[in-house]
């Protein structure tokens, strides 16, 4: 039997984690359901976590690669499922997971699982999000995060692909994503400017217009309707938002 510890990461979703604690602590598949809680978590954060009988480890979030890999690191299976607090798994999911728990032929060091995005609780089915691989279930003594910001899972042996979806609720409401884009762009600017990225116009405007071009039109974003046009505006404006913060980050502001 392979026992799976199911990994969450977690600070202030207050409006998908309990839902995504009550899919994931199933015990059918989870002999472990560990909790990473960021420094600056709310208490209710904390009070969900509990309720379900999870463990849980406070750490302050420094990159999301280092991150998750002290998460990994504090789990007692070799099989970890990895989710954030806004991912939720569906029903053939976990019966997938199930399955996996019983099978003695796992031949295969992690698995893809596909991701539906909601945005503003909008399913989206194109704009490059859908469907969208990644590998959320590995054995960790062959896996290991790398990339400071956008990070990368790196599994050393074969990676096969499980049935079922992870409901990604990326945004639910603008301020949740205002204060995302503030952290991510922080990030990502930072990194930008180690790897000798400059601020100039023609990043400032020509990184914008690319994405949104990429987003709506290469990728068929406008099959999605007005969702579809909000997510291409709202995805070059996170391009305007890091050119700028590089240019503000590189005068030592």
């Not at 070799?78 to 954030?84: G, M």
Request: aromatic share 14%; net charge positive.
């Amino acid at each position: 039997m392979n026992k799976i510890t199911v990994l969450i990461f977690a600070k202030n979703e207050t409006l998908t984690f309990k839902r995504v604690l009550e899919k994931a602590s199933n015990q059918k598949f989870c002999d472990q359901l560990l909790v990473i809680l960021d420094e600056g978590f709310l208490p209710e954060i904390k009070q969900l976590a509990q309720q379900f009988h999870a463990e849980i480890v406070v750490k302050k979030l420094r990159n999301f690669r280092d991150h998750k890999n002290f998460g990994i690191a504090q789990t007692k299976n070799n099989w970890v499922l990895l989710l954030d607090a806004d991912e939720i798994i569906d029903d053939q999911l976990a019966g997938s997971l199930k399955k996996f728990c019983r099978s003695d032929r796992i031949v295969n060091s992690g698995y893809n699982i596909k991701f539906k995005t909601y945005f503003f609780n909008h399913w989206l089915r194109y704009g490059g999000v859908y469907p969208d691989l990644h590998i959320r279930l590995f054995d960790k003594r062959k896996a290991k995060y790398r990339h400071t910001i956008h990070e990368l899972l790196y599994v050393d042996g074969k990676i096969g692909e499980i049935d079922g979806h992870i409901n990604h609720y990326s945004v639910t409401y603008l301020n949740q994503w205002l204060k995302k884009i503030s952290l991510y762009t922080n990030l990502e600017a930072k990194h930008l400017i180690k790897k000798g990225r400059r601020f100039s116009l023609i990043y400032l405007i020509g990184k914008p217009l690319k994405e949104f071009y990429m987003r709506f039109i290469q990728l068929k974003g406008y099959r999605d309707g007005y969702h579809g046009l909000r997510f291409a505006l709202m995805a070059s404006y996170y391009r305007f938002k890091t050119a700028l913060k590089i240019k503000k980050l590189s005068k030592g502001d």
